[in-house]
């Protein structure tokens, strides 16, 4: 067994029914752990366990509101009775829906209920998760690995309520790594740069996406399962060095100064 093997542990994905949540239980159930796949899409969540275990006997589908304390609470009691423990959390699910895009810009223009609603989810609801499920790691000296955004690491004109409620998790992150850490259960999280989700590449615009690419250092965007990848490393014993870290997985958007693509241009250097 390779300290990457997740033989034997049992993980709760947020928002498993998406992009980057879909992409990560499959990969956790290759590595082997039992995997609750827990979205507010049901439907979505119930068929991709069926289509990763047709047999119901290694993924389990439960619909839960990170908006909603008491749908988080039961949430987590069924995955325990359902599976006998908890190793790992991914706090992966965030309020992305297209109303709350279209509003969230810079401050001048904020409506209040739109800051409310992404902070009621993203930073409460990741909490409340959090708490609801330490108890359990503890005792299973479990892993928690946090979900967060590039954008999270510098000023953007948009995405205020977004960009601020990922930065408040990177804060989350280290401060349960700092209080429980020495109780077993370490905690990072992996902060991907803009990733091919199936929505991502429907509605993203072209042009848009090769801005973003040219800034890249690697020149092409992130994949789910490379965002997948990282999220198992830090689950995995492989990373039992590791926590309350924020790895980037963003192509290298982040690594340097932000002008570098066109004073390349400019001066004729390669990148
Ligand atoms: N795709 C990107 O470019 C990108 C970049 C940086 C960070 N991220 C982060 O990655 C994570 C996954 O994003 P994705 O791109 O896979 O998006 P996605 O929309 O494919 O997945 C998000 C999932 O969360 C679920 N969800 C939304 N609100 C919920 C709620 N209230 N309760 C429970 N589940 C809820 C959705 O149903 C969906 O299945 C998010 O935290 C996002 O902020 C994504």
């Known amino acids: 067994m390779s300290a990457f093997d997740l033989d034997g542990n049992v993980a709760i994905v947020t928002g498993g029914a998406g992009g980057i949540g879909g992409a990560t239980a499959r990969l956790l159930l290759e590595r082997g752990a039992q995997i609750v796949i827990a979205d507010i899409a049901e439907e979505k969540a119930q068929a991709l366990a069926r289509e990763l275990d047709s047999e119901g006997s290694q993924v389990a589908a439960l619909r839960f509101d990170l908006s ?6 039961s949430m987590i009691a069924a995955a325990v009775q359902r599976f006998g423990r908890i190793d790992i959390l991914v706090n992966n699910a965030a309020l992305l829906s297209g109303e709350i895009q279209q ?3 810079d401050v001048e223009t904020m409506p209040t209920w739109a800051w409310d609603a992404v902070y009621t989810a993203n930073c ?5 998760m959090t708490r ?8 299973t000296r479990g892993v928690i690995v946090n979900v967060v955004s590039s954008l999270a690491f510098q000023g953007h004109f948009m995405q205020l309520a ?3 409620s990922k930065a408040a998790l990177i804060q989350l992150t280290r ?8 109780r077993g259960v370490r905690c990072n999280a992996v902060a991907p740069g803009m990733t091919l989700t199936p929505i991502v590449e429907a509605h993203f615009p072209l042009d848009m996406r090769k ?3 040219d800034e890249t250092l690697r020149d092409q965007l992130g994949r789910p399962e490379e965002i997948a990848e990282v999220i198992c490393f830090l689950a995995s014993d492989a990373a039992r060095n590791i926590t ?4 980037a997985a963003d192509s290298g958007f982040t690594s340097h100064f932000p002008a570098m693509s066109r004073l390349a241009a400019v001066v004729g250097a390669p990148g």
Request: charged share 25%; hydrophobic share 40%.
């Open 132 to 139: 609801e499920a330490i108890p359990h790691l503890c005792k």
């Open 124 to 128: 409460r609801g990741t909490m409340i």
């Open 162 to 164: 977004y960009t601020t």
């Open 103 to 105: 509003v969230d810009r």
């Open 175 to 182: 401060s349960v790594a700092a209080s429980h850490s020495r």
């Open 244 to 247: 309350g870290e924020i790895v």
């Open 68 to 73: 909603d304390e008491a749908s988080i609470q």
């Open 211 to 213: 801005v973003l690419e």
